[in-house]
């Protein structure tokens, strides 16, 4: 299933300067399960858009989007960011914009790791409703909770609408790296204090819980309070029009057989970002 239907013309590897990577896996989510099932969503969903951006003015999938096979690798969260490491990092190889698509959190790891390692001056911006900065959890570094505690290991961070924790992830914190849902409520200069914080290169790792269950109920972790789709597309535009986005994924879709508004949202922000991203 290519991303957003797309005809063969505009899908070649050789040709495309995007890949699209899907990560089916759901191996350490804690309650809502199905996570694993977010890539066949959002690829099924994408074939429902249309492919004309009206802001932008654009048609980015003419720049080839190639969609890679699936990462099936689901032996142990420590294998499968192993493969998913391995896997981005041949397509970054081969020079390509690569979207990640999750399956739950602990898949952007290997991802995150790969896009450090090709890129200079790296700052991975986190869009989460959970700050994800245990040490470890339930027995394994590479938990879904710990996707930010391995990312601090290699490379600085900013984290947006965070809005739940636990206190054992308070000394990680870094002061004035992390914008509070309640704190975006009050206005929209956190926009240019967020960007301030970043570095050159910025790698997005999204899960879609950090919006609001109003507009994406779909979650494993649907947690109240937060973005909305206006406010988000307007930061993460901001951001591509100030920095160097080199990359990003999305995740914890947890998708519903009745819903399936959340896939469409899921699969547009994709395209959204796609259309800031080579606009410029």
Known sequence: M????????????????????????????????GADKG?????????????????TNSEVYKLGIFTADPVTENSSPEKMSEAVYEEVTRLIRHNKFVVTLGGEHSISIGAILSHVEHFKD??????????????????????????????????????VGIRSMDTVELPYIVPGNIFYAEDIRKGIDWMDAAIAKLSS????????????????????????????????????????????????????????????????????????????QFQK
């Open 122 to 159: 790296v700052t991975v911006l986190q869009i989460d409703a959970h700050t994800d900065l245990r040490p470890e959890y339930e027995g394994s570094k590479y938990n879904h909770a710990c996707v930010m505690a391995r990312t601090r290991d290699i490379a600085p961070y900013v984290q």
């Open 39 to 55: 890539p066949d969503a959002i690829l099924e969903a994408s074939a429902n858009m249309e492919l004309y951006d009206i802001e």
């Open 2 to 33: 290519n991303y957003g239907g797309i005809d063969n013309e505009f899908t070649d590897f050789v040709d495309s300067k995007i890949a699209v990577l899907p990560v089916p896996y759901d191996g350490t989510s804690t309650w809502i399960k």
């Open 201 to 276: 290169n910025v790698y997005l790792t999204f899960d879609l819980d950090g919006l609001d269950p109003s507009i994406m109920a779909s979650t494993g972790t649907p947690e109240p309070g937060g973005l909305y789709w206006n406010e988000t597309i307007q930061f993460l535009k901001k951001v591509i029009d100030q920095k160097n986005l080199i990359g990003f994924d999305v995740v914890e879709l947890c998708p519903n057989k009745v819903n399936k508004a959340p896939n469409f949202l899921a699969s547009k922000l994709i395209y959204k970002l796609l259309s800031y």
